[in-house]
């Protein structure tokens, strides 16, 4: 087994080599002066298992198109499998055709994984709601793993007995769970309206009593901070003590860390799948876990 990863993902992948013991080789990229992609690896993966790494935040165009060469590359240099290891997956929000005319992004960038020659990919909380199996849009098979477990784990000990796990929206309900069983602690869910790309409304209705009560906020992804904002403040509202935020993929697009520590959070966390100051939490050990009982 070789380990690639693009350059979104060099020290990701470095670590996932460690942990699975498999040679790491280096991965040479570099933009044209018109802004054209080169890639070329320095190993070829001639009859073995190559996984490719490339996680595809802030610059999701630069960084698909990147690891599209590569996956292509690597089959075409005799890999006798292409492992995608995606650990923050692209345009999952565009699931469907809500507007006519509208491109069904997801769709679209699946087809071109399975086009330009990856066997497989594993990924991490994708951001996935109504489609609920992604097997349903791609004949590729998936993974997608869950950081979850390790952010209770995290939160163990540095929050207290009192600890509310809320989701911030009705999607967030899967993360809020998957938390709250690791903390043996009571979850809820706020109801979202989006008035815009980067304003919501965020409702708190009935559910547990959060008065002199610790929460912890999770979410899969924090994007422009609007969301995690309006749910702080409605929490707080609500007599919330202390509040902690958690999410997957920490992507703070804009000003998104102003907005969600300016209500008063205590700490932030998130996964190293995008990194960030906030990347205490790392996904690694979880996918090298899933590869060394696929592989």
Same mark, same amino acid.
């Given at each position: 087994?070789?380990?690639?990863?693009?350059?979104?993902?060099?020290?990701?992948?470095?670590?996932?080599?460690?942990?699975?013991?498999?040679?790491?080789?280096?991965?040479?990229?570099?933009?044209?002066?018109?802004?054209?992609?080169?890639?070329?690896?320095?190993?070829?993966?001639?009859?073995?298992?190559?996984?490719?790494?490339?996680?595809?935040?802030?610059?999701?165009?630069?960084?698909?198109?990147?690891?599209?060469?590569?996956?292509?590359?690597?089959?075409?240099?005799?890999?006798?499998?292409?492992?995608?290891?995606?650990?923050?997956?692209?345009?999952?929000?565009?699931?469907?055709?809500?507007?006519?005319?509208?491109?069904?992004?997801?769709?679209?960038?699946?087809?071109?994984?399975?086009?330009?020659?990856?066997?497989?990919?594993?990924?991490?909380?994708?951001?996935?709601?109504?489609?609920?199996?992604?097997? *349903?849009? &791609? +004949?590729?098979?998936?993974?997608?793993?869950? #950081?979850?477990?390790?952010? !209770?784990?995290?939160?163990? $000990? %540095?929050?207290?007995?009192?600890?509310?796990?809320?989701?911030?929206?009705?999607?967030?309900?899967?993360?809020?769970?998957?938390?709250?069983?690791?903390?043996?602690?009571?979850?809820?869910?706020? *109801?979202? &309206? +989006?008035?815009?790309?980067?304003?919501?409304? #965020?409702?708190?209705?009935? !559910?547990?009593?959060?008065? $002199? %009560?610790?929460?912890?906020?999770?979410?899969?992804?924090?994007?422009?901070?609007?969301?995690?904002?309006?749910?702080?403040?409605?929490?707080?509202?609500?007599?919330?003590?202390?509040?902690?935020?958690?999410?997957?993929?920490?992507?703070?697009?804009?000003?998104?860390?102003?907005?969600?520590?300016?209500?008063?959070?205590?700490?932030?966390?998130?996964?190293?799948?995008?990194?960030?100051?906030?990347?205490?939490?790392?996904?690694?050990?979880?996918?090298?876990?899933?590869?060394?009982?696929?592989?």
């Amino acid at each position: 087994m070789l380990v690639y990863a693009g350059s979104a993902s060099k020290y990701f992948g470095l670590k996932l080599a460690k942990q699975l013991e498999a040679e790491y080789v280096c991965v040479e990229t570099r933009r044209f002066p018109d802004g054209e992609v080169y890639v070329r690896v320095e190993k070829e993966p001639r009859g073995e298992t190559a996984v490719l790494v490339q996680s595809m935040y802030r610059a999701p165009n630069d960084y698909l198109v990147e690891y599209l060469f590569l996956s292509k590359t690597l089959k075409e240099l005799g890999a006798r499998e292409v492992v995608g290891v995606i650990p923050y997956f692209p345009y999952a929000r565009q699931d469907a055709r809500f507007k006519p005319g509208e491109a069904v992004s997801l769709a679209i960038v699946l087809e071109l994984l399975e086009k330009m020659g990856t066997d497989r990919v594993v990924t991490v909380d994708m951001h996935l709601h109504r489609v609920r199996d992604i097997q *349903e849009l &791609t +004949r590729v098979p998936f993974a997608n793993l869950s #950081v979850m477990g390790e952010i !209770g784990g995290y939160f163990k $000990g %540095r929050v207290g007995g009192n600890v509310v796990v809320v989701g911030p929206d009705e999607e967030a309900e899967q993360w809020a769970k998957a938390v709250a069983e690791v903390l043996g602690a009571p979850y809820m869910v706020l *109801e979202k &309206t +989006r008035l815009g790309d980067t304003e919501v409304e #965020v409702r708190a209705k009935g !559910g547990v009593s959060l008065e $002199g %009560r610790d929460v912890l906020i999770v979410d899969d992804i924090i994007s422009t901070g609007g969301t995690i904002e309006a749910a702080v403040r409605r929490v707080k509202e609500r007599g919330a003590r202390k509040v902690y935020v958690a999410c997957a993929h920490a992507i703070l697009a804009q000003n998104a860390e102003y907005r969600v520590f300016h209500e008063g959070v205590e700490e932030l966390v998130a996964s190293d799948t995008v990194p960030s100051p906030y990347s205490v939490i790392s996904a690694v050990p979880v996918v090298a876990s899933y590869l060394r009982s696929q592989l």
